[in-house]
């Protein structure tokens, strides 16, 4: 039976320090969103990298917005995609051992996953990619009993993937032949070996001029002769 899951992202939010470094937990590296495709953001909340009991929240929410041109996450812009899990569909059960080893408990290995699907990945611009890639901001903020707190705040990649395009109309060609003018380039090409009677080639040097050779039988013997072209 197949193991194909949804694409994962594992980040670990931790309020004490929402401007770490934001990286993915199972690449340790900067997370890449394949453009286009469902994804499961997968979160684990601590409080100075101690696992949090989420007592005091009653959601988390999910943003994803552009970036300015300098590359920091615009402060004023509304939120491109946006998805909110409320405390009902927390895993509370969750310990550290469960999310360092990826090991299920009630369910999951997380305390909350955001499922984005393939309409939503794809219906963010990727106009003003370089090399199939463009950043985005994420934020991942809490509704606590004392207001709004923000537990991760960086910088994403999306990605074209290349899978699944469509096809689409193949180029028209800068030119056409008729069958008839194909049949006669054909008819008087110079091939490797032997040749149709009364073929001619050309040759040139590196300054244009040419030479055109031939064969000459009409006086019974065979005999090579040549014209200058200009």
Excluded at 76 to 82: D, K, M, V
Excluded at 161 to 177: N, R
Excluded at 203 to 212: D, E, F, S, V, Y
């Amino acid at each position: 039976m197949s193991t194909f899951q949804r694409n994962r992202i594992r980040l670990a939010a931790d309020g004490a320090r929402p401007f770490a470094d934001l990286l993915d937990q199972l690449t340790g590296a900067t997370p890449v969103f394949p453009h286009g495709r469902n994804i499961n953001v997968e979160v684990a909340v601590f409080n100075n990298a101690t696992l949090d009991s989420l007592s005091n929240v009653t959601s988390l929410t999910l943003d994803i917005k552009d970036l300015t041109a300098a590359g920091v996450i615009e402060p004023a812009a509304a939120a491109l995609l946006t998805r909110t899990i409320s405390s009902a569909s927390f895993n509370l059960q969750l310990k550290q051992d469960n999310w360092d080893n990826d090991v299920d408990v009630n369910g999951s290995s997380y305390h909350a996953a955001f499922g984005l699907t393939s309409a939503e990945t794809g219906g963010l611009s990727m106009s003003g990619q370089v090399n199939n890639v463009k950043g985005f901001g994420l934020v991942l903020s809490a509704t606590t009993s004392v207001g709004i707190v923000v537990l991760l705040s960086g910088v994403i990649q999306f990605r074209y993937d290349g899978a699944g395009a469509t096809s689409g109309s193949p180029p028209l060609a800068a030119y056409t032949f008729t069958d008839q003018q194909l049949l006669a380039m054909l008819a008087a090409k110079l091939n490797a070996g032997e040749n149709d009677n009364g073929v001619s080639f050309t040759l040139r040097g590196a300054a244009g001029k040419g030479l055109l050779l031939w064969v000459d039988d009409s006086t019974g013997t065979p005999v090579l002769k040549q014209t200058v072209l200009p």
